[in-house]
T-cell receptor, first 112, second 113 residues
Framework: QKEVEQNSGPLSVPEGAIASLNCTYSDRGSQSFFWYRQYSGKSPELIMFIYSNGDKEDGRFTAQLNKASQYVSLLIRDSQPSDSATYLCAVTTNFGNEKLTFGTGTRLTIIP | ETGVTQTPRHLVMGMTNKKSLKCEQHLGHNAMYWYKQSAKKPLELMFVYNFKEQTENNSVPSRFSPECPNSSHLFLHLHTLQPEDSALYLC????????????FGEGSWLTVV
């Protein structure tokens, strides 16, 4: 059983629309949740993290966490072509980094 | 530029070779990590060092040998690798290992022939 699951995509979204990326996790003890963006040939970069149930907004990005249902999502409003990348969900069972478990990532393409 | 520099960026080695990957961080961090990224697979944590001490070895085969001489430098020594070890090896660092943001280097693309 995969610990962190993501739809590999590709997910195609028209420019200006909302892109919705989903992630489910298996460990109910998970505490911290992260979204990384990885452009092709580049390293992952952190764009959002969330610890508490509910929504967390940062600019065009909103992370949503539902611990009861064991899912975390990332919404990107007003999608831009520069948002085209692979988005990695990562989860840890404590507030540390040592057990950070990544999903395989969802490839997002924004269509102009 | 994330402040984490990896060399070489690309490496091709035979199964009998010995080579090393180098990572240097200029961020004043105390924790450093090696991750492996293979096609169609999740990023896989290999090793964690916190204040130069290894705190995590994620059941990595002994043909991968890490070395952390100080908090700014991390090496991954490679010997007698297998073709299935071909992957992108990512170094990362964070302030410490207690939940701070992890910054990744650009990675070293390794091909074992």
């Amino acid at each position: 059983q995969k610990e962190v699951e993501q739809n590999s995509g590709p997910l195609s979204v028209p420019e200006g629309a909302i892109a919705s990326l989903n992630c489910t996790y298996s460990d109910r003890g998970s505490q911290s949740f992260f979204w990384y963006r990885q452009y092709s040939g580049k390293s992952p970069e952190l764009i959002m993290f969330i610890y508490s149930n509910g929504d967390k907004e940062d600019g065009r990005f909103t992370a949503q966490l539902n611990k009861a249902s064991q899912y975390v999502s990332l919404l990107i409003r007003d999608s831009q072509p520069s948002d085209s990348a692979t988005y990695l969900c990562a989860v840890t069972t404590n507030f540390g980094n040592e057990k950070l478990t990544f999903g395989t990532g969802t490839r997002l393409t924004i269509i102009p | 530029e994330t402040g984490v520099t990896q060399t070489p960026r690309h490496l091709v080695m035979g199964m009998t070779n010995k080579k090393s990957l180098k990572c240097e961080q200029h961020l004043g961090h105390n924790a450093m990590y090696w991750y492996k990224q293979s096609a169609k697979k999740p990023l896989e944590l290999m090793f964690v060092y916190n204040f130069k001490e290894q705190t995590e070895n994620n059941s990595v085969p002994s043909r991968f040998s890490p070395e952390c001489p100080n908090s700014s430098h991390l090496f991954l020594h490679l010997h007698t690798l297998q073709p299935e070890d071909s992957a992108l090896y990512l170094c990362a660092s964070s302030q410490d290992n207690t939940g701070n943001t992890i910054y990744f280097g650009e990675g070293s693309w390794l091909t074992v022939v």
